[in-house]
């Protein structure tokens, strides 16, 4: 079981920038793939936003590609998700989340699906 917090999340204008963190551990962030997803008010949908692996690769959706970063600092055991130039249609929950086995290489599509979760944190971007 990995514990996962995330925390960051806010209201901001459209065009704006923030940065989501989540924090884990060491341990977790260099061996498992991590990513992030995200659930918008009244759909059930979960869609992957975006994901990296232990070998630092990363993929992303088309949707925030260009404009969202994710990176880790092992260090610190922590995931990161910098987003930029946000718009309206970017407004959900956001969570973060890990698989549970070591060295995959996965994409960002497979994230809502990884075994490990934190609780959320809530985005929401006005026009």
């Known amino acids: 079981q990995v514990q996962l917090v995330e925390s960051g999340g806010g209201s901001v204008q459209a065009g704006e920038s923030l940065r989501l963190s989540c924090a884990a551990t060491?341990?977790?962030?260099?061996?498992?793939?991590m990513g992030w997803f995200r659930q918008a008010p009244g759909k059930e949908e979960r869609e992957g936003v975006a994901?990296?692996?232990?070998?630092?690769?990363?993929s992303y959706a088309d949707s925030v590609k260009g404009r969202f970063a994710i990176s880790k600092d092992i260090g610190k055991g922590t995931l990161y998700l910098q987003m930029n130039s946000l718009k309206p249609e970017d407004t959900a929950m956001y969570y973060c989340?890990?698989?549970?086995?070591?060295?995959?290489?996965?994409?960002?599509?497979?994230?809502?699906?990884?075994?490990?979760r934190g609780q959320g944190t809530q985005v929401t971007v006005s026009s």
């Open positions: 060491a341990y977790s962030v260099s061996r498992y793939s």
């Open positions: 989340a890990a698989h549970s086995l070591r060295g995959l290489r996965l994409d960002y599509q497979s994230v809502p699906a990884f075994q490990n």
């Open positions: 994901v990296i692996n232990s070998d630092g690769s990363t």
